[in-house]
């Protein structure tokens, strides 16, 4: 595996499998991997030539009160676990910007509810640095994870307004034995705090059997999910149409139930498919 250090590291390493024809693949992170990233590079292992793991805690995608400075941080367990994922280059810089780096990156609409809304300038920073890194590693082929639904749509809308030559594919939520979603900040809870996160997946799965059952209308489902949750802040639970992210009043076309909440000083967030079945082409 190769360990690619800088910007320009890895855009030599980038045009050179390029000009033997290698099909690259790409799993952006900000590191501290667990099995959820592993799903993402197992994902595009067999569909590309190359795989591309980056390694990034981006500032700008962290607001002033945040986590940036304890995001916990495991380097040389990473490498191991991408090198047994048979991960090709690992790029971890110390830093990615340029002297002078000037330029955001905003995508509309898809922006102004749930986590857009809750942490003004997050989804800024992800498609600023998003697009920086696949015009770096030059992929075909960039896996994200549905745990960050509204994230992995935002980032497909920029790759099509604009017309970066990538494409996106989304890789399945995983979730531990005891149904909490896979994330870096679940090292952060206590016994009881992980107790009351639990409470996400069921209300949301409360949610999607009431749905199953025939129940279709929103009000009702969120009064469903909101009956399961047990946090100490909840910041949104919401039932939104897959594609636009905007909240419908019926599930009588592809929808998501998205929840995110504090339990101590962690935020969590997760969702699930509700209705028929999203259509990613
Ligand atoms: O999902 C993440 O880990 C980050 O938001 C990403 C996509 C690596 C950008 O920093």
Redesign the pocket.
């Known amino acids: 595996m190769d360990l690619l250090n800088s910007s320009e590291e890895m855009a030599a390493w980038a045009k050179a499998e390029g000009l033997k024809g290698h099909r690259i693949g790409f799993v952006?992170?900000?590191g501290f991997l667990h099995t959820g990233h592993v799903s993402l590079m197992e994902r595009l292992r067999p569909r590309v030539d190359r795989l591309v793991v980056?390694i990034?805690?981006?500032p700008l995608?962290f607001g002033p009160n945040e986590d940036l400075d304890r995001y916990p941080r495991d380097p040389e367990g990473d490498s191991k676990k991408c090198r047994d994922a048979g991960v090709d280059a690992l790029f971890m810089p110390p830093e990615l910007y340029p002297d002078g780096f000037s330029t955001a990156v905003t995508v509309d609409r898809l922006t102004d509810g749930l986590c857009g809304a809750s942490r003004p300038g997050h989804l800024d920073?992800?498609t600023t640095?998003?697009a920086r890194?696949l015009n770096l590693v030059r992929c075909d082929e960039a896996c994200?994870?549905e745990k960050?639904f509204q994230?992995l749509m935002v980032?497909r809308r920029m790759v099509r307004d604009l017309a970066i030559p990538v494409q996106i594919v989304p890789g399945p939520l995983v979730r531990d034995a005891d149904g909490l979603a896979l994330s870096?900040r679940n090292k952060y809870l206590s016994t009881a705090d992980r107790a009351k996160g639990l409470t996400l997946h069921r209300a949301l799965f409360a949610m999607r059997e009431a749905e199953a059952a025939g129940e279709k209308r929103a009000r009702v489902l969120l009064a469903i999910g909101q009956a399961s949750l047990d946090v100490d802040v909840l910041d949104y639970l919401e039932l939104v149409d897959a594609e636009t992210l905007t909240a419908i009043e019926h599930v009588d076309r592809p929808a998501r139930a998205l929840v995110a909440a504090k339990v101590g000083n962690t935020r969590l967030i997760d969702n699930v498919a509700i209705g028929p079945e999203l259509s990613w082409t």
Do not use: H
């Open positions: 952006p992170t900000m980056s990034y805690v981006n995608q920073g992800v640095v998003v890194l994200f994870g960050d994230q980032i870096s």
